[in-house]
């Protein structure tokens, strides 16, 4: 029997010892970054990635050897353990295989089987599958029981059948062969629930849908299982028409291989046949549809999940505008505009709202309200939110732009998830006082400034930028992207003497609790001088502190490595190379030149080998560099601010909002993305859509279709496709893709996220505007 680290170096491709040591350092509490970072030298140089891949699988066959021990408890609890069936039982390398084993010695509600067992009709099933020469009637009659309620032959002989039925049902073997056989043959198929068609228009490729079982893509699978669950498809596992019409039935035939029988014309072999029907029909058919389906769906789910977590990683990791004066703006029509400017820090300023759109159409005055808002707070950005009214909103903050002659820019903002964080406790806390809308504005804001620092506050499933994320086990989600958050939240790092609780509390080793207690403490100590000050907060220990201090940084601090990744252990080792070199600590740091041509492997011992010392170095090269790519965003077409105003043929900017796998959403500015199939992402062939786009990338797309009525847009990426219309008989390249997930972005997900320099119809100069506020203001005091 392979132990769990022999299996797991063998699926990751490792060596055993690598594997032993990382679970090892899981299980003395440390974290997946900080072993990724940090221990390379004890681990063999496993990433983030297998790591992670590690950490999931040791769950599993954990828990996998913890029913087995419980099994075989059990079973020998029976006195049924067998050498052969405890051999067979430690073998079983899946948690199914060894349900199989379990399934005749696991504890039931009394079956049919066992009520014809207590009447003494067991010899009776044995007889005449032993021997069916024997005839069933006459041989039945021997079995009469009027304690039993055994009244009639058929009675006992139904007895019977169902005893052989159970047996043969839970014979792993037969279920491991039929399962095979089904997995690789069978077929998933949709049908329209009666009367349905007008509720179901969205699942209207699916009323009439068959494909393999094994080869179903996940977002096909999970658009059945949803049409299913609302009610508009049925769903059934169903074998190729030669399959289900041969005979005998190949199922069937696999059971009667099993029972070592076969039908010569014997006296019970017409009885014997019924049965072999019956357990496939009625025992194991619904049973294996019932597990294959769920088979599908679990993968389906994992890779939902997958799509998930990659998307949610790049919109984590999307390049940050910087630390620079915003104003955020809520668009909306009836309620207004609701306006924040918050400083380069994120701190709240000023907030009004402004009522530029109908019904009141104060145009002038809202633009000279945000013209008097930009010269005082002397604002660079714009975030605008792209809900309810954002290109209107957009054309409004472009005469602004206008009019500071280049000195802000403006750009759309997703708002997925700011309506969350508003009426969350954490908002709250941070503005008790503010009205809940503007705490979204708040949020629009800071996210342009720092999408990680302001996205981690909000539940990752908030944000939506998913295939089919309610539909999928919500435990292994979270646990799945609160992985991806851990791990972005650490590449980058933080600096702890402006970071929130809730950032702070992603950093390896840290909970709510202790980041909790960081600010706390800060607020009433000041801001951290160096790292060694971080040990004086409550509940902070050497452990944790361990686990933590290499991810925190501390800028402008006592000790100039505190705002670097180094790791406060290998302060030493850094101090000796400057030391050998005869170089002061602080000149040290960023002298590319100097460093390059220093040797790592002259300063490796038995605490810090080549990798690490070479990381060390590189870190000293640009110390507390940004992982994340340098700031840009799309220009979206003047004009084209509704579905409407689309044609076939356009070419457009955009922004990639979310990535599935039958292709990618784009937004485009108009309120609704677009879909770009996976079959028109590339001249070439794509197989998986993320290793070409992924969310926040801005490409160049042009129109194909446009369908009006369900509000989808079909978009190329391939500049010499056609669009529908002079491409007669060709089907657009979205059709199909995704059931009822496209274009409706039904899933959640952001909406808006780009740039457009300019535009608007204001001709004033930005002192202008400001004057008009001005006047406006003293209009009022009279």
């Not at 594997?19 to 003395?28: G, K, R, S, Y």
């Not at 907030?351 to 660079?380: G, M, Y």
């Not at 070409?692 to 194909?704: R, S």
């Amino acid at each position: 029997m392979r132990s769990i680290e022999q299996i797991i170096a063998e699926e990751l491709s490792c060596q055993e010892r690598q594997v032993q040591a990382a679970v090892a350092l899981l299980d003395e509490g440390a974290t997946v970054p900080f072993i990724a970072r940090y221990r390379k030298e004890v681990t063999g140089g496993l990433d983030d990635t297998q790591l992670r891949n590690l950490e999931e699988r040791l769950r599993y066959l954990r828990e996998m050897e913890e029913r087995r021990d419980a099994i075989l408890k059990s079973i020998a609890e029976q006195d049924k353990l067998t050498p052969e069936l405890e051999k067979a039982i430690k073998a079983a390398d899946t948690k199914t295989r060894l349900e199989d084993l379990y399934l005749p010695y696991k504890p039931k509600r009394r079956t049919r089987a066992q009520i014809a067992r207590e009447a003494g009709l067991e010899p009776l099933a044995d007889s005449l599958l032993a021997d069916p020469d024997q005839n069933p009637e006459a041989l039945a009659g021997g079995y009469l029981n009027d304690e039993h309620k055994i009244a009639t032959a058929k009675d006992a002989l139904d007895g019977a059948k169902q005893i052989l039925m159970e047996r043969f049902a839970e014979n792993a073997e037969l279920l491991t062969r039929l399962r095979t056989f089904l997995w690789d043959k069978a077929h998933i198929q949709a049908k329209l629930v009666d009367g349905k068609e007008k509720d179901g228009a969205k699942f209207s490729d699916y009323f009439d849908h068959s494909e393999a079982l094994k080869d179903i893509p996940s977002h096909r699978a999970l658009a059945l299982f949803r049409g299913r669950n609302e009610g508009i498809l049925h769903v059934s596992m169903v074998l190729p028409e030669e399959l289900e019409s041969a005979q005998p039935h190949p199922c069937e035939a696999m059971v009667t291989a099993v029972a070592d029988w076969q039908h010569q014309g014997r006296a019970a072999d017409d009885w014997l046949r019924e049965v072999m029907r019956w357990t496939w029909k009625i025992k194991l058919n619904t049973h294996l549809e019932t597990e294959l389906l769920g088979r599908v769906r679990e993968l389906g789910e994992e890779e939902a999940i997958q799509v998930f977590a990659r998307n949610l990683k790049s919109l984590l990791m999307a390049s940050p505008a910087g630390p620079k004066c915003t104003m955020g703006l809520d668009p909306g029509l009836r309620t207004g505009v609701k306006v924040v400017v918050v400083d380069a820090t994120g701190k709240l300023l000023e907030h009004s709202t402004i009522f530029p759109h109908q019904p009141r159409n104060q145009w002038d005055q809202s633009l000279s309200a945000l013209a008097a808002l930009c010269l005082k707070h002397k604002v660079e950005l714009i975030a605008i939110g792209n809900g309810t009214a954002s290109r209107e909103t957009d054309k409004l903050a472009g005469e602004v732009v206008k009019a500071s002659k280049g000195n802000i820019q403006k750009i759309m903002v997703s708002e997925a998830g700011a309506s969350v964080y508003s009426a969350s406790e954490l908002a709250a806390r941070e503005f008790p006082e503010l009205d809940v809308s503007f705490r979204g504005a708040v949020s629009i804001a800071r996210r342009l400034q720092d999408p990680l620092a302001e996205l981690v506050k909000i539940d990752p499933k908030a944000i939506g930028v998913g295939q089919y994320q309610h539909d999928v086990s919500q435990v292994k989600l979270s646990r799945s992207l609160d992985a991806v958050v851990e791990d972005c939240v650490n590449s980058v790092g933080v600096d702890v003497n402006t970071a929130s609780a809730p950032l702070l509390s992603r950093i390896a080793g840290l909970n709510a609790t202790i980041a909790g207690n960081i600010v706390t403490y800060r607020e009433k100590n000041g801001a951290f001088a160096n790292r060694d000050g971080l040990k004086q907060v409550p509940r902070l220990g050497e452990k944790t502190f361990e686990q933590a201090a290499g991810f925190l940084r501390i800028m402008n601090g006592d000790n100039p490595l505190d705002s670097s990744s180094v790791h406060p252990e290998a302060y030493p080792l850094v101090e000796k190379i400057a030391e050998k070199h005869g170089r002061p600590l602080k000149e040290l740091i960023g002298d590319v030149p100097f460093l390059k041509k220093v040797n790592a492997a002259d300063f490796t011992d038995d605490s810090f080998g080549l990798p690490t010392v070479t990381d060390i170095l590189s870190e000293l090269e640009k110390p507390g560099r940004d992982p994340r790519p340098e700031f840009k965003a799309a220009v979206f077409k003047e004009g084209v601010e509704t579905l409407k105003d689309l044609k076939p043929s356009m070419i457009l900017e955009g922004t990639v909002t979310n990535v599935t796998n039958f292709g990618a959403f784009v937004d485009i500015g108009v309120h609704q993305d677009g879909l770009v199939h996976v079959s028109a992402l590339s001249d070439k062939f794509v197989e998986n859509p993320h290793e070409v786009v992924k969310p926040g990338d801005i490409v160049k797309v042009k129109v194909l279709d446009v369908d009006l009525d369900r509000k989808r847009i079909s978009l190329t990426m391939r500049m010499d496709d056609q669009p529908a219309e002079k491409a007669a008989g060709q089907r657009p390249a979205a059709r199909k893709a995704g059931g009822p997930n496209r274009g409706n972005r039904n899933n959640g997900g952001g909406k808006r996220q780009g740039q457009q320099n300019g535009g608007g119809n204001g001709t004033g100069t930005f002192g202008q505007l400001l004057a008009n506020a001005m006047a406006e203001k003293k209009d009022k005091r009279r």
